[in-house]
């Protein structure tokens, strides 16, 4: 069992086309080309449930025992069949017993369903017939035998595909010689239904040393000609991540940010794919990463959807336009910000992108992060010193934005941030260095230790001793704005709310007065005296000068 295992591995593993990063066959069965070719690759058919024979009409069992013993290669049950059994009976994917023998290169039952005058050009639901399997797994000596038969030469599968393609995809130089130089079959150099000649199928599937005999001079069958799609060969290989078939291009052929129907470039279609390797090459080779599709779309945009952090830092090296809008008018921090990549946020603010672009619907990326609630991208962008008074198209800052998702911390934080650099703004002449030497600026939620104490007379201060509009009256005195209050008193209702309000309110405050070295026991007193609450104002005075003396007869 264990050899059997290893045989499929093996077989599986010879073809370029299935390489290891590709044995999902969700992944590789997208390709059309492929398609036709999998159930034989893997050894198995793809309907599992009925083993790959027909419900309705029947297979007799010796036909079933028939057709397995091809695929084992098991001549002695073959020849113990007789000359009775039906050697052309299908199964339900049309395949036949000679499909199976040449598909597992078995020469000696191939010989003698020939023998026995097997139909050499019955086509499984694929298209796909004896001729195409035999070069597709490169087996020169059934090819030759099939041949010799009278097999159709020039057949096409359903996708349009002959057996110089099937050659040309794995990489089978010794078929592709047998085809062009002892067929004298040259004529089958022609189209796909994908408009893709051999040369092109080769490059698409990195195989390299096929590339190399078609472009010498005695075959002449290399060509950048475009698909139907409007894909080179180079399109091809950058978006399969053929580095080798790509370089190899690149050196022989004067071709660079040509663009396909979508206005695709070859660059555009490896950043795609995330190919970083590829992307590297074709950057190295002066492909311009700045050439828009037809949707507007940039290389940088579908990489930073994706999160790919190294191609990003990769094209931002070479001179990607970090700000670039598509159709939408989203830039790439945009994008990155919708998707929650943080390592890639991180990376367009470090490059100093520009914060402050709104798209379609007139949102900045700080819109979208306070729309979906994300904490830390909103932090960063807030550090960024973006421009907080910017409103949608509904006439929502942020700030109302984050208050209409009921994203409390959002909506703290961005009050936070407002507050900050007003001051900031006011008092430029203080530099960082002075206000954040112990701490880093952060405007998240504050749970040190050095806070604690004063937290706590806040959140009294709150709960058990503000009236109802006291806090309202507090945040007035400390300037905070009509936007501001309303957007904290959206959260919560009910007839106690208030003391939720204030105590978040004061937190708010507190952040600022930490945050420009200022003190806060003084602040709240006079603030308290402001509003008429001269005994609690008191009260709090002496409980800060009693903590003085305590720290001074500590030190």
């Avoid at 390709?31 to 419900?55: I, M």
């Avoid at 010799?148 to 349009?160: F, H, I, P, T």
């Amino acid at each position: 069992m264990e050899r059997r295992a290893q045989a499929l591995r093996d077989r599986i593993l010879q073809s370029p086309v299935l390489k290891t990063e590709n044995l999902n066959p969700k992944k590789w069965l997208k390709s059309q080309q492929v398609k036709g070719f999998t159930d034989f690759v893997l050894q198995r058919d793809a309907d599992e449930d009925n083993s790959g024979y027909d419900n309705v009409e029947m297979l007799l069992d010796v036909e079933k025992e028939y057709i397995e013993a091809a695929k084992r290669n098991d001549l002695a049950t073959i020849k113990q069949l007789g000359k009775g059994v039906n050697i052309n009976a299908k199964n339900v994917h049309h395949r036949t017993a000679l499909h199976y023998a040449v598909a597992h290169k078995n020469v000696e039952v191939v010989d003698l369903l020939l023998r026995r005058r097997a139909k050499l050009d019955l086509q499984d639901k694929h298209g796909v017939t004896a001729i195409h399997l035999a070069a597709w797994f490169g087996s020169l000596e059934i090819l030759k035998l099939l041949v010799q038969a009278g097999a159709d030469q020039s057949v096409l599968n359903n996708e349009g595909m002959n057996m110089m393609h099937c050659a040309a995809i794995n990489n089978h130089t010794e078929i592709m010689s047998y085809i062009i130089n002892d067929l004298q079959m040259k004529e089958l150099d022609k189209e796909d239904q994908r408009g893709n000649r051999p040369f092109a199928a080769a490059a698409e599937h990195g195989c390299v040393a096929m590339m190399h005999m078609l472009m010498e001079e005695q075959y002449n069958m290399a060509t950048m000609e475009p698909n139907l799609s409007g894909d080179t060969p180079l399109h091809l290989a950058a978006r399969s991540g053929q580095m080798e078939a790509l370089q190899l291009l690149l050196d022989s052929f004067d071709v660079r940010d040509e663009v396909n129907h979508a206005g695709q470039t070859v660059l555009y279609l490896a950043a795609v794919e995330t190919h970083e390797d590829c992307v590297q090459v074709l950057l190295s080779a002066g492909c311009d990463p700045n050439i828009p599709t037809i949707a507007n779309t940039f290389p940088l945009h579908p990489i930073n959807q994706r999160g790919h952090t190294q191609l990003v830092k990769l094209l931002i090296g070479n001179g990607a336009h970090i700000n670039a809008q598509d159709q939408h008018q989203r830039s790439p921090l945009h994008l990155a910000v919708k998707n929650c990549h943080l390592p890639v946020i991180h990376t367009l603010l470090e490059s100093e992108c520009n914060v402050n672009l709104t798209d379609h619907m007139g949102q900045t990326p700080l819109h979208i992060a306070a729309e979906f609630g994300r904490v830390d991208v909103v932090e960063m962008i807030l550090k960024a010193d973006v421009a907080l008074e910017i409103k949608d198209k509904q006439g929502k800052t942020a700030l109302g934005v984050a208050a209409r998702a009921d994203a409390v911390v959002i909506v703290d934080m961005i009050i936070k941030a407002e507050r900050y650099f007003t001051w900031r703004k006011q008092n430029n002449h203080v530099p960082d260095g002075f206000l954040h030497n112990e701490f880093p600026l952060t405007f998240k939620l504050d749970h040190r230790m050095d806070t604690k104490e004063i937290r706590t007379t806040i959140w009294n201060l709150a709960y058990k001793s503000f009236k109802r509009n006291d806090w309202k009256k507090l945040a007035e005195h400390w300037t905070f704005t009509e936007e501001q209050v309303a957007a904290i008193e959206e959260q919560w209702t009910g007839p106690q709310s208030y003391q939720e309000h204030g105590n978040r309110m004061m937190l708010i405050w507190l952040h600022g007065a930490t945050s420009t070295q200022r003190s806060p026991a003084k602040e709240l007193y006079e603030g308290l005296l402001s509003i008429g609450n001269k005994k609690v104002a008191e009260k709090i005075r002496m409980e800060a000068n009693e903590d003085e003396m305590r720290r001074c007869i500590i030190s």
